[in-house]
T-cell receptor, first 112, second 115 residues
Framework: QQKVQQSPESLIVPEGAMTSLNCTFSDSASQYFAWYRQHSGKAPKALMSIFSNGEKEEGRFTIHLNKASLHFSLHIRDSQPSDSALYLCAVRRNTGNYKYVFGAGTRLKVIA | DMKVTQMPRYLIKRMGENVLLECGQDMSHETMYWYRQDPGLGLQLIYISYDVDSNSEGDIPKGYRVSRKKREHFSLILDSAKTNQTSVYFC??????????????FGPGTRLTVL
């Protein structure tokens, strides 16, 4: 059974700082990796995804994936108060039942 | 306008009562999901539906059943609700991804309280 763990559980950073969120997974056959962001009281919304080892950048957001170490991360450059939210990572194989397994989330607060 | 809707948004039921949560989407997505979200546990998959009448258990299906008779509509049913089913329930939909990746679009959630 896939286990997905996120760290830290919560994080407070000042506006303008670099924020790093981590996700580890247990199934080495995992193929698809995504981050979702959920503002308080709202629905989760897809942020970014990555499928192969390396790095992917979209604006202020960067994902790093290292399948060998069963780890991927999300980095937010120039963090803004509007980035304050619960960040959820999700992992999936490309075989079997095609189900995503989500981590418990990291709650980020960016202070102005 | 791509949208996933959920009804009702808030629901209070007594233990033992039946509960029906409804989900709709206007994107003609083949795949639909029901999750529950509890503090510290993230999103846990209850059921996944690959299309009409093609449903599969997720990680925590006990105490739940689903119905999908139309592609755009997916229902979650709790027969004889229990207090430990108090949670926020999210519905989501995505294109069938042919083994690749497809973004999930989530509804606004239903907050269910079972007394």
């Amino acid at each position: 059974q896939q286990k997905v763990q996120q760290s830290p559980e919560s994080l407070i950073v000042p506006e303008g700082a670099m924020t790093s969120l981590n996700c580890t997974f247990s199934d080495s056959a995992s193929q698809y990796f995504a981050w979702y962001r959920q503002h308080s009281g709202k629905a989760p919304k897809a942020l970014m995804s990555i499928f192969s080892n390396g790095e992917k950048e979209e604006g202020r957001f960067t994902i790093h994936l290292n399948k060998a170490s069963l780890h991927f991360s999300l980095h937010i450059r120039d963090s803004q108060p509007s980035d304050s939210a619960l960040y959820l990572c999700a992992v999936r194989r490309n075989t079997g039942n095609y189900k995503y397994v989500f981590g418990a989330g990291t709650r980020l607060k960016v202070i102005a | 306008d791509m949208k996933v809707t959920q009804m009702p948004r808030y629901l209070i039921k007594r233990m033992g009562e039946n509960v029906l949560l409804e989900c709709g989407q206007d994107m003609s997505h083949e795949t639909m999901y029901w999750y529950r979200q509890d503090p510290g546990l993230g999103l846990q998959l209850i059921y996944i539906s690959y299309d009409v009448d093609s449903n599969s258990e997720g990680d925590i299906p006990k105490g739940y059943r689903v119905s999908r008779k139309k592609r755009e509509h997916f229902s979650l049913i709790l027969d004889s609700a229990k207090t430990n089913q108090t949670s926020v329930y999210f519905c989501a939909s995505s294109l069938w991804d042919w083994g690749g990746y497809a973004e999930q679009f989530f509804g606004p959630g239903t907050r269910l309280t079972v007394l």
